[in-house]
């Protein structure tokens, strides 16, 4: 073998290379940045027929003065501004009075398995007529917000974009097809409204198309992160006119594997075929008493209406009576939104995985590569995500202990600087595994090994989650390509410079965007899983990077890099956490009316208000003898008991099976006029339930003795009954009737008002009696 082909490439050959690359990685951030920047906020004086985010906001400061959970009076107030709003519009708007119960254990703030039930939800629906209507299509968002927070993002500006859009559309021609606006109750409690509301067909239509509007922060873009049925017409749609649309069919890949659900769920349960939009910026506001009007981002305010107002015009003007099948891969790059079937995924990455192929024989024929050279280069590529990825895991809760906020929401209010650190700290590490294991894999054998990895990962997701391949696809197909022209001895500066662009150019749109938008949705809590974006791009360095002669030169080059990285994580670490809103413990008093035995709970961490009840000493540990199923610790401690009288609570045996079980009818009524009751059954499993008749479905089966709860919100004065199918078996059932604030008789004025729920469940200051009766 001629000992030629075994020289590295020198710093000379390298050197233009590296600038070439600089620049079209300059030009690809800078085309990001350019076509992802939000669109300027129009204000009050602009077109009638346009979508204004001044106008909208005005809303918001409306709805969001204080917070407005369902069933309270600012819930009232807010459904009467709605409702006022769309009639001044012309529009029919009608109220649907209902109820609806659900099994959702993930909400349960005791963590054991639970149901829902409200029974008393109120649905906002208003409609735009169509001239010839194909197909209805509606534009939903809920209109509560969590019991401790103003909701201003959440979801306050989706409820003013749909009003401000309605206006818009009012304001030009009719549309062809039906548009109605819906505005869902109880989404924080359960995704009640929108479960009533798929069972009412007079309300909702069954073959409509639905457009839902969240927001999980408090700024940003707002994504297109999910789509239900077929998708492709959908996507064309959202291209041709939402121009400025943030979309990847990667993020509706992931969202299917995640725990968060919004009302689209429900929808695409049901079979509706639509589009899920919501902006994740600023999460440290999310859920919490800091998620006010002066947290509201014009400029976000503006892209979504511009989501809102393009799309309900499009679908509105659509012939949507036959709509194409299939779906597609989806992305944007600078600025443009473009798709091919997703059948098309898995033989694209067949065909990079045989160029692939084709490229190392080639190679491996001319003495460039060795196969035993390469596996060790593969090898050594999986150490960089990999050292990264840990490297990031574990400074994560360490810078983030420096800022109060992380504990609720696992990130931190300015998450840019953090992220930037641990960029730079993955190219340190990048740079230091190329040189460290350099003899076990040469320079020629890294970028071989590093090229196969991008191949493999795009084989992987091709099979396992087509509509994510294209993140991994394209970037291969480019470094092949690149691979080919440079390993070919091509002298032409215009090929070897479209060669390097090959490379740089799908890295740059596809991969480096991601690397923000995964911290935005993830947190800097897991800001691992994009530093693994950062950490396949570093062993692809030396391709292009130049390497000095000298050994001194080329640790100091590492060291600057490290140095730097260091100083921007320490300044994230030391910048100081904004001004939260007055924030104190929560504390539950709980009175077993029988025993006459009473007891002070807190979830939350110990203070001024809290140390009033509970002594600072005490531990958080369990509570099941008061609470069956509690699974959250708390701290507790001893209560005076005050003459409260518990729930009127009466079980009857409506059917029995033997030892296939039972159905038990269990009625409940505060003698203290609560409007909200929480069943706990301990002994038999729950297989099903209904409130008042409306069912709440299969319960998810439990270990055995698990207990079962049930909360109910809206409760009749004369109470509610519950029918459970039941295991067979003796239990108990436990009704706690819950009101608002503590006993006035122990509980001193508070100085700042109640706990915010920061991106957690909350119960808040709450007086609850229970009455035990035994399930025979």
Sequence with gaps: MPSHLHREPTAEKRGPLTVVALALAVLCLTAVWWTERLPPAAGRDAPAETFSAARAVEHVARIAERPRPSGSAAHA??????????????????????????????????GTGAGYADLGLHNVVARVPGTTSTRPVVLVTHYDSVATSPGANDAGVPVSVLLETARALRSGPAPRNDVLFVFTDAEESGLLGARALVRSPEFLPRDAVVLNFEA?????????????????????????????????????????????RTDFTVLKEAGHEGMNIAYLGGYTHYHGSNDTVSHVDP???????????????????????????????????????????????????????????????RLRGRGVLTGRGSARGLLAALCHPLLAAGAAFGLAPLLGAAHPEFA?????????????????????IGLVLTRVTHRFA??????????????????????????????????????????????????????????????????????????????????????????????????????????????????????????????VLAAAVLAPSPREPGRRA?????????SRQAVWMSGSEPDAWSRRFIPDDVDPGDVADVWPGWRVPV??????AVPLEGPEVTTTTVHDDGADGRRVAITAASRRDADELVFVVTGPAVRRFAVDGVPGGAVEVAPAGEPWELWVREVPSGGVTVVVDLAPGAGEVRVLDRTPGLPPQLAPAPSVPGPPALGIASVSDATLVVTRRPIS
């Design 77 to 110: 107030e807010t459904r009467e501004h709605l409702v006022s709003v769309l009639r001044g519009l012309g529009l029919e708007t009608r109220v649907q009075d209902t109820a609806a119960a659900t099994s959702a254990p993930e909400l349960s703030p005791t």
């Design 299 to 361: 400029a976000t305010v503006q892209h979504q209406g511009e989501y809102a107002l393009g799309l309900a015009r499009s679908l509105g003007a659509a012939d949507l009576a036959d709509t194409p099948g299939g779906n597609r891969v989806y992305f944007v790059a600078a600025g443009l939104l473009l798709s091919y079937p997703v059948s098309a995924a898995l033989p694209a990455a067949l065909a990079v995985a045989a160029l692939a192929a084709a490229v190392f024989l």
């Design 408 to 428: 609720d929401y696992y990130d931190i209010a300015d998450h840019g600087p953090a992220l930037a650190g641990f960029v730079l700290l993955a190219i340190a």
């Design 586 to 594: 929560d504390v539950m008093y709980v009175l077993d009316a029988a």
């Design 216 to 260: 999980r922060g408090s700024r940003g873009p707002s994504l297109m992160f999910e789509t239900g049925g077929d998708d492709g017409w959908l996507i064309e749609a959202l291209a041709e006119h939402v121009p400025q649309a943030r979309t990847s069919s990667l993020f509706n890949a992931a969202y299917r594997y995640l725990p968060n």
């Design 635 to 640: 701290r507790r401690g001893p209560a005076s």
């Design 442 to 567: 040469d320079t020629r054998h890294q970028i071989a090994g590093a090229v196969a990895l991008w191949v493999v990962l795009a084989c992987v997701t091709a099979a396992l989650i087509p509509a994510g391949s294209h993140v991994f696809t394209w970037p291969a197909a480019g470094l092949l390509l690149a691979a080919a022209v440079l390993a070919s001895g091509v002298r032409s500066p215009v090929a070897r410079v479209a060669a390097v662009a090959a490379a740089v150019v799908p890295l740059g749109l596809l991969v480096v965007p991601l690397v923000t938008l995964l911290t935005d949705a993830l947190g800097i809590g897991l800001v691992a899983v994009p530093v693994v974006l950062v950490g396949l791009i570093t062993p692809l360095l030396p391709a292009v990077l130049p390497t000095p002669r000298r050994r001194a030169v080329r640790v100091g080059g590492v060291g600057a890099v490290a140095a730097v990285a260091v100083g």
